[in-house]
Structure formats: structure tokens, C-alpha cells
T-cell receptor, first 119, second 118 residues
Framework: AQKITQTQPGMFVQEKEAVTLDCTYDTSDQSYGLFWYKQPSSGEMIFLIYQGSYDEQNATEGRYSLNFQKARKSANLVISASQLGDSAMYFCAMRGGRVYRGSQGNLIFGKGTKLSVKP | SAVISQKPSRDICQRGTSLTIQCQVDSQVTMMFWYRQQPGQSLTLIATANQGSEATYESGFVIDKFPISRPNLTFSTLTVSNMSPEDSSIYLC???????????????FGPGTRLTVL
């Protein structure tokens, strides 16, 4: 069975500092994708970054980067130069290999980490 | 990317009634999904909305309680039937864009429908 684990229910970071949000996953599939989403208090899910299991380089999108360690099955999100607007829930998610076999490709989510940025 | 809209954005309903949530995508998509997010919880998949056929439900969710329609490649509805306070949640529509190659590095969400059942 596939599973996403986020062990940090809440995190605090000082404005302008970097922060790492942890995510580990469990899957027996060789092909899979890892996603990070931000959910502010408004409830919308904002896509941040994606990492494919065969991608050799760590994904980066602006201030977001994904520290992908395949052997350890971890996909940590790094946010550089934190801003007050980064305060939100952050969810790690995985799309399993079923989609690569032509089946349904829904996302499996972790429990999330609540990030609070302090001024 | 795909832009997804949902209606209504929020509603307060009485126990025993039903609410239909609409999801509209601005482009044709391959897969559409409905998720539920209970207060303080993560997202749980309710079902996959299949175009032209019945939806595929996850364990713990049944068609009688959550009927879904998907008449075309850009639109879907989710009905929450015979509501109880336990149905108070955010309901999110999601879609994977349609493309000739692999588009599985993208999945977008609507803004959600915040439902409160009294």
C-alpha cells in the first residue's frame, strides 16, 4: 500500500530564514510522482512543486526546492527566504505507479504540516 | 495549466437535505476527482468521476450518499445526500490536464466548497 508520512504537525520559522518540511513515502512502484501543495486558511490547494521518480535533478520552483532522496524515500520541501505569506498548511502527496499502467491516478496525501512564519 | 471553478463556494445546510456542488474546468481534462477534507484533516478521495460512465468510489464512500455526474470532459457534479453534521467539510474538485504526452506531473484543484451542516 502507498503511504505518505509528514511527521511535523507544526513548524515555526523566522521571516527571511529557510525552512525544511519533511515528507517520507512508501511505495512498491518504480514509477511515481511526488507533489507539494500549499493550503492557506482560505482552503484552496495551491500546487507548488513536482518531482518524478526518474528525475535525476531535484525540482526547483522559485523559492521552493524539493530535496529528493530516493533511497531513503524522502521528498522534503525547502522554502528559502520565508515570507509572512508562506504561513499555511503544506501537504505532501504522491501519485502512484498505477497511473503509468493506464489506471486511475489519484493523489494520496500526508496529514500536512502547519507552517507559521514569525516577523 | 487548468483553471477550475466550483459552485457554491460555501453553504450552510439543514440536516436531511442534499446539496449539489458543481465543478467546471476551463479545458478538457482526462481525470476528475472529488476529495473531502474534514476539519483539521488531510484530503481523502471520495471518487473518480469518469466521463460517460459511473464514478469509481473509494472504500467508505457510496453512490447513494455521494452521487456524481460527469456529462462531458469539462464538467462534473457531486451531490451530498441526506446530510448530517458529520458531512461538514471542504469538498474539493480536482483534475489532471489532458495531453498527448504524460501530464501526470500536474494536478489542479478548485477553490473548494465549504459545507456546514446544522
Amino acid at each position: 500500500a502507498q503511504k505518505i508520512t509528514q511527521t511535523q504537525p507544526g513548524m515555526f520559522v523566522q521571516e527571511k530564514e529557510a525552512v525544511t518540511l519533511d515528507c517520507t513515502y512508501d511505495t512498491s512502484d518504480q514509477s511515481y510522482g511526488l507533489f507539494w501543495y500549499k493550503q492557506p486558511s482560505s482552503g484552496e490547494m495551491i500546487f507548488l512543486i513536482y518531482q518524478g521518480s526518474y528525475d535525476e535533478q531535484n525540482a526547483t520552483e522559485g523559492r521552493y526546492s524539493l530535496n529528493f532522496q530516493k533511497a531513503r524515500k524522502s521528498a522534503n520541501l525547502v522554502i528559502s527566504a520565508s515570507q509572512l505569506g508562506d504561513s499555511a498548511m503544506y501537504f505532501c502527496a504522491m501519485r502512484g505507479g498505477r497511473v503509468y499502467r493506464g489506471s486511475q491516478g489519484n493523489l494520496i496525501f500526508g496529514k500536512g504540516t502547519k507552517l507559521s512564519v514569525k516577523p | 495549466s487548468a483553471v477550475i471553478s466550483q459552485k457554491p463556494s460555501r453553504d450552510i445546510c439543514q440536516r436531511g437535505t442534499s446539496l449539489t456542488i458543481q465543478c467546471q474546468v476551463d479545458s478538457q481534462v482526462t481525470m476528475m476527482f472529488w476529495y473531502r477534507q474534514q476539519p483539521g484533516q488531510s484530503l481523502t478521495l471520495i471518487a473518480t468521476a469518469n466521463q460517460g460512465s459511473e464514478a469509481t468510489y473509494e472504500s467508505g464512500f457510496v453512490i447513494d450518499k455521494f452521487p456524481i455526474s460527469r456529462p462531458n470532459l469539462t464538467f462534473s457534479t457531486l451531490t451530498v445526500s441526506n446530510m448530517s453534521p458529520e458531512d461538514s467539510s471542504i469538498y474539493l474538485c480536482s483534475a489532471t490536464p489532458r495531453s498527448g504526452g504524460s501530464s501526470y506531473n500536474e494536478q489542479f484543484f478548485g477553490p473548494g466548497t465549504r459545507l456546514t451542516v446544522l
